[in-house]
């Protein structure tokens, strides 16, 4: 559960205002919105050495190199072999996998990470508060969502603790992770260059940036996560000023990514291209959580 919650909301809020009834549309949204979640997707080059392995709803990007690869996010637990055929679709050998990343640790982006461990023997990486949460295997009450989140599926086993800003190498990759939590405690953007022949993209994995919970919670005075506001604006200030020539996110749709995709496949080559993207995505974060902000004055 995640941006799922979000969406549901809005449809509702939507529809509610057509009269409709919040049970009937919580089911329908629910249905619509995971049905693309496991739908297997044809894994594709999106630049460089930068590949789609994920489902058509929930992204998986593989970095990868002669000497090793990099995984980043692993959908949900029964989509992970189909990550796996993807990854091998590409090219790229499982056991040349050396790292796995994350951008969250819900369910439909860490659910597939101990499955996809198993099968390349590579190490995962995160963010201390993330590390824990699949170490353990349970979720955490710092979660806004913890009520109602489902944790990744297993826990996870080898995790190694990783700092805002670190570095990270895997054969000839290098991919650095950046703290811009508030959707969780742990949430983290991911960047790296990819190149084809003398042309060379910054691509940013920028997580979910939406203020979404379980009831109860408030951002504005949460005892179980105090610093949350703090966090989400930390965030939006290092998207407004990262280099980012290529925008991914977890939720493919939340960055238009099947519209650039399709609109580059008929002939428009820099389709998946906007320098401003990462910016306008932080704005579009920054004013859902201003508009909750002011909800939850109001309550
Ligand atoms: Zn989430």
Redesign the pocket.
């Known amino acids: ?3 799922e919650t979000h969406h549901v909301r809005r449809s509702c809020r939507a529809m509610l205002r057509a009269g409709c009834l919040t049970i009937g549309l919580l089911g329908m949204a629910h249905a619509q919105d995971r049905g693309t979640w496991t739908q297997p997707q044809e894994p594709f080059r999106i630049f460089g050495n930068t590949y789609f392995v994920g489902t058509r709803g929930l992204s998986a990007v593989l970095i990868a190199s002669p000497t090793g690869a990099v995984l980043i996010d692993g959908a949900v637990r029964e989509s992970a072999a189909n990550i796996a055929s993807n990854i091998t679709a590409v090219g790229v050998r499982l056991l040349d996998v050396r790292l796995i990343v994350n951008s ?1 640790v ?1 369910s ?2 860490a659910g597939g990470i101990s499955e996809l461990q198993r099968r390349t023997g590579a190490t995962v990486a995160a963010l201390p508060w993330s590390a824990q949460v699949l170490r353990d295997g349970r979720k955490d009450r710092r979660d806004p ?1 913890y009520e109602t ?1 489902t944790p990744p599926a297993e826990r996870v086993a080898r995790v190694r603790t990783v700092h805002d800003g670190q570095v990270l190498h895997a054969g000839d990759v290098t991919i650095t992770g950046h703290q811009t939590a508030g ?2 405690p742990g949430g983290t953007t991911w960047t790296w260059r990819s190149c084809e022949a003398d042309r060379c993209l910054d691509f940013v994995y920028a997580d ?1 940036l ?1 203020s979404v919970s379980a009831d109860g919670f408030r951002f504005s005075d949460s005892r179980t996560y105090p610093e949350a506001i703090d966090d989400f604006r930390s965030g939006f200030a290092f998207l407004r000023t990262v280099s980012c020539d290529i925008l991914l996110t ?1 939720h493919p749709e939340a960055s238009g990514f099947w519209d650039r995709i399709a609109r580059r496949d008929s002939g428009q080559r820099d389709a998946l291209i906007d320098r401003a993207q990462c910016a306008r995505y932080a704005d579009a974060g920054d004013a859902q959580l201003r508009r909750r902000l002011d909800a939850e004055r109001g309550q």
């Open positions: 559960m995640t941006d969250h819900h439909d982006h969502q989140s959707h969780t979910s939406t977890p």
